[in-house]
């Protein structure tokens, strides 16, 4: 089966750019997803389809897939963005999540 | 602003069949994909199968011989039926709205959760 492989946690200074990457085989021949989730809350879509963002979510969101590996960017990072970063692709029409990254801003 | 709502038991024996239905509110089932997705206590998603409102389904090979999800138009529901349950599906349990665009799709709309515990 098809997986996606995150690094369990990335730290980041606020105001500093953090990068989460997400791997996986020919990621990048598949569109790749990115959702936010805070503390017992819902999961909320930050990119889709590689770099796309939803209406509603900051400029300082940015995604890329090239090769094997697709990135969630967030420059000028804030404390808000503290949460738990989960990549999502499709395979043969299964749906595929990583295992999530938390965000830690200190 | 279209709105999700998952309900259903909080507790399943093992053994027996888990039932959540998720109702829709601000836009209709009858475009768009719609889709649980599980988080159990502590851990990451798993996405568990989707339907489209033409009642077409696609489940995670994983879950496939126990994953049953079916849609009802005229009360802008959809439903979830997960049979044989085990410890190992305790967990919060999501719908969300599933949008399609340049051949894929990604979940832009959730409910809150609701926490199914599987335990006698």
């Known amino acids: 089966s098809y997986e996606l492989t995150q690094p369990p946690s990335v730290s980041v200074s606020p105001g500093q750019t953090a990068s989460i990457t997400c791997s996986g085989d020919?990621?990048?021949?598949?569109?790749a997803s990115w959702y936010q989730q805070k503390p017992g809350q819902s999961p909320v879509l930050v990119i889709y389809?590689?770099?796309k963002r939803p209406s509603g979510i900051p400029e300082r969101f940015s995604g890329s897939n090239s090769g094997n590996t697709a990135t969630l960017t967030i420059s000028g990072t804030q404390a808000m963005d503290e949460a738990d970063y989960y990549c999502q692709a499709w395979d043969s029409s299964t749906g595929v999540f990583g295992g999530g990254t938390e965000l830690t801003v200190l | 602003q279209v709105q999700l709502q998952e309900s259903g038991p909080g507790l399943v024996k093992p053994s027996e069949t888990l039932s959540l239905t998720c109702t829709v509110s601000?836009?209709?089932?009858?475009?768009?994909?719609w889709s649980w997705i599980r988080q159990p206590p502590g851990k990451g998603l798993e996405w568990i199968g989707n339907?489209?409102?033409?009642?077409?389904?696609n489940y995670n090979l994983s879950l496939k011989s126990r994953v049953t999800i079916s849609r009802d138009t005229s009360k802008n529901q959809f439903s979830l039926r997960l049979s044989a349950v085990t410890a190992a599906d305790t967990a919060v349990y999501y719908c969300a709205r599933t949008s399609y665009g340049s051949g894929t799709y990604y979940f832009d709309h959730w409910g809150q959760g609701t926490l199914v515990t599987v335990s006698s």
């Open positions: 601000g836009g209709s089932i009858s475009t768009y994909y």
């Open positions: 020919k990621l990048g021949d598949k569109y």
């Open positions: 389809q590689d770099s």
């Open positions: 339907i489209y409102y033409s009642g077409t389904t």
